[in-house]
């Protein structure tokens, strides 16, 4: 069974910046494109961001595009959500997926079989 364990989320002020980790169980990391999304109240879980199995290439929802970065080591079957410039609209909680079945570029829900517990982003005004 996999696991996805998300850390780092937290209050932080519009313009500061979080670093999110997620770790994950098992041997088969670096088999799996790997994806962040996030939940606000009330909303639709959203596409935040992916990476490739080997971390070449990403892909962003356009409302993050330039301001969060994803990136993954391999060795330490960690994927990682770097967000700068935080806005208001940026709160949610933030999940962390492993691919299902699906082929690149993976941005709906069902294209992600496994799903972390998720982590609070919260961004003061």
């Not at 979080?18 to 790997?34: D, E, H, I, K």
């Amino acid at each position: 069974q996999v696991q996805l364990v998300e850390s780092g989320g937290g209050l932080v002020q519009a313009g500061g910046s979080l670093r999110l980790s997620c770790a994950a169980s098992g041997r088969t990391f670096s088999y799996y494109v790997m994806g962040w999304f996030r939940q606000a109240p009330g909303k639709e879980r959203e596409f935040v961001a992916t990476i490739t199995k080997d971390g070449r290439y990403t892909d962003y929802a356009d409302s993050v595009k330039g301001r969060f970065t994803i990136s993954r080591d391999n060795a330490k079957n960690t994927v990682y959500l770097q967000m700068i410039s935080l806005k208001y609209e940026d709160t949610a909680v933030y999940y962390c997926a492993r691919q299902g079945g699906s082929n690149w570029p993976l941005r709906r829900v069902y294209d992600y079989e496994y799903w972390g517990q998720g982590t609070q982003v919260t961004v003061s005004s």
